[in-house]
Every structure is written in structure tokens, then in C-alpha cells.
Antibody, heavy 122, light 108 residues
Framework: EMQLVQSGTEVKKPGESLKISCKAS????????IGWVRQMPGKGLEWMGI????????RFGPSFQGHVTISVDKSTSTAYLQWSSLKASDTAMYYC???????????????WGQGTLVTVSS | SYELTQPPSVSVSPGQTARITCSGH??????AFWYQQKSGQAPVLVIY???KRPSGIPARFSGSSSGSVATLTIGGAQVEDEADYYC???????????FGGGTKLTVL
């Protein structure tokens, strides 16, 4: 069974750095693009970005380019979402997900992780 | 940046047909996809490529697209279908990938 398991809840202060993870299992990690979606409290889904684990080709949504880093570790089948300096506005649920329907960077996610809640507050 | 517009809410009685629309300038060129998100859960893909159902999605879920409007139809909506529904697509270049603002479906 294809599965994505995300790291746990984080509580951080503004200005701190953070790296959350998404561990994949049940498939060959380098076969599918993997990406991230933000959901701020009480709000809708926002497409953040996507990476191809085979060569780390990465694409970002316009609102997220330059604000976060997306990376992978092929040796552990894990994807990461990283911030260098958090803001209160980064408070959200973050989902990782993969797309198995397409082999391009369409970003159509069909298998999702359980989400990681990030709270940034002083 | 590209935008997809959905009604904030739709309400139907059990057994009625629910229709949720998604408007976007480039939907005449690009496929629409639909996600269901129940409270406290991760989204689930219910329709892909305008009208196709992934394995395991009930047949009462269907989709269509005409011009710049895509529509998710739930025929004979059930209480368990109460959720937020999001459309997804890209702009004509494929570079701007966006979700619609979401529609809260109430079935009661």
C-alpha cells in the first residue's frame, strides 16, 4: 500500500527555522512527483510546490517561490519542506502528497499524507 | 496569478442532486480535477480529467466541463457527502497550478 507519513505537530517562534518531513513507503520513491499543499486555519487549499525525487527538479507556486525550500532524500524515501525564518502567517496545516496519474509536474495529487500542523507564535 | 472561482456554499436535502461549479478562464483548454475534504481529514481526489472517477469513488459523483466552467455533480447526495469540495486546474501555460476557493456542501 502506497503511504505517506508526515512528521508531528510543531510549535515554533517567529524567526525560527523549521524542516518538516514526509516519509513515503509502498512504492518506488523516484517514480512519482511529490509535493506540498498549505491549508491555513479555516481556509482553503493552496498549492505550494512539487519535486521529482529522481533529479530534484522542483516547481513552486508563485506565492511560495523564495519563501520555502522543498527537498528530498532518496536514501530514506523522504521529502522535506523547510523554512529559514518562520512568520506567524506560516501557521497552517501542511500536507504532502504524490501524483500517480501523470509523469509530468501537473501537481494533481491523488495520495496524501495525514498533514503536519505548524503553529508559529511568540 | 490564475484564479478558479467556486460558490462558497451549496445546500441540498438528502437524495437531491448537488451541483458545484468552478469557473476559470483557461478551463476550456485545461482539465479540471475535484477534491473532497471532510472535516479534519486530508483531501481525496473524486474526479480527474473533468469527468473520470478514480477507483473507489461512488458512481453518484460525476463531472463535466463546458467552456470556462467545470461542474461537479453528486446525484442523490447523502449525509456522508457533507464536506468541502475544491476544484483544481492550471493556467494555459501549465505553470500556475491552483485550487479553487472551495465550496462547503451541506446535506440536510
Amino acid at each position: 500500500e502506497m503511504q505517506l507519513v508526515q512528521s508531528g505537530t510543531e510549535v515554533k517562534k517567529p524567526g525560527e527555522s523549521l524542516k518538516i518531513s514526509c516519509k513515503a513507503s509502498g512504492y518506488t520513491f523516484t517514480n512519482y512527483w511529490i509535493g506540498w499543499v498549505r491549508q491555513m486555519p479555516g481556509k482553503g487549499l493552496e498549492w505550494m510546490g512539487i519535486v521529482y525525487p529522481g533529479d530534484s527538479d522542483t516547481r513552486f507556486g508563485p506565492s511560495f517561490q523564495g519563501h520555502v525550500t522543498i527537498s528530498v532524500d532518496k536514501s530514506t524515501s523522504t521529502a522535506y519542506l523547510q523554512w529559514s525564518s518562520l512568520k506567524a502567517s506560516d501557521t497552517a496545516m501542511y500536507y504532502c502528497a504524490i501524483q500517480t496519474f501523470y509523469y509530468d509536474s501537473s501537481g494533481v495529487f491523488d495520495i496524501w499524507g495525514q498533514g503536519t500542523l505548524v503553529t508559529v507564535s511568540s | 496569478s490564475y484564479e478558479l472561482t467556486q460558490p462558497p456554499s451549496v445546500s441540498v436535502s438528502p437524495g437531491q442532486t448537488a451541483r458545484i461549479t468552478c469557473s476559470g478562464h483557461d478551463l476550456s483548454e485545461k482539465y479540471a480535477f475535484w477534491y473532497q475534504q471532510k472535516s479534519g481529514q486530508a483531501p481525496v481526489l473524486v474526479i480527474y480529467e473533468d469527468s473520470k472517477r478514480p477507483s473507489g469513488i461512488p458512481a453518484r459523483f460525476s463531472g463535466s466541463s463546458s467552456g470556462s466552467v467545470a461542474t461537479l455533480t453528486i446525484g442523490g447526495a447523502q449525509v456522508e457527502d457533507e464536506a468541502d469540495y475544491y476544484c483544481y486546474s492550471t493556467d494555459s501555460s501549465g505553470d500556475d497550478r491552483v485550487f479553487g476557493g472551495g465550496t462547503k456542501l451541506t446535506v440536510l
